[in-house]
């Protein structure tokens, strides 16, 4: 376990308390985590799916709705390009080739992105994983201990 400042923390010399605090953090730290990975999967899967559209080609009959459940008949007037949400509200109009080429570098980013952050995943819960160890040795001494002096 290493503090903010990147120093070695010696589990043992810690109380269970301190313990139980260092414990609290990281079981909030991997849940914040575990939402953005979760959040991370849902863009990769929109992307998939935005990629999928264009890859199977753009049509000039679609459906356009007026509600989430109305929906009705359309043409598009051009099926060359298409207009691509780059992020934060901002929409730009590519060929349908050069749309394939964003969504599969989005999608290729997403999954190195997805790698890392599945890496500290598994390097918090296994930090997580030690700190329980310590803790229960700690209380399993102190209830020893306790038992002892009685």
Known sequence: MASRQG?????????????????????DELEHLTNSFSQL???QAKFRE???SIAGGVTSKISIPLTTSLYVPGNLADTRNVIVDVGTGF???KSTEDAIIFYNDKLGELGTNL????????GKSNNLRVIEDVLRQKVLTSSSIAM???
């Open 91 to 93: 929409y730009v109009e």
């Open 148 to 150: 002892d002096a009685a």
């Open 50 to 52: 935005c990629l999928k």
């Open 115 to 122: 790698k890392d952050l599945e890496m500290i995943v598994q």
């Open 41 to 43: 999967r849902a863009a």
């Open 7 to 27: 120093q070695a923390v010696d589990l043992a010399s810690l109380s269970a308390q301190q313990l139980n605090q260092v414990k609290k953090q990281l079981d």
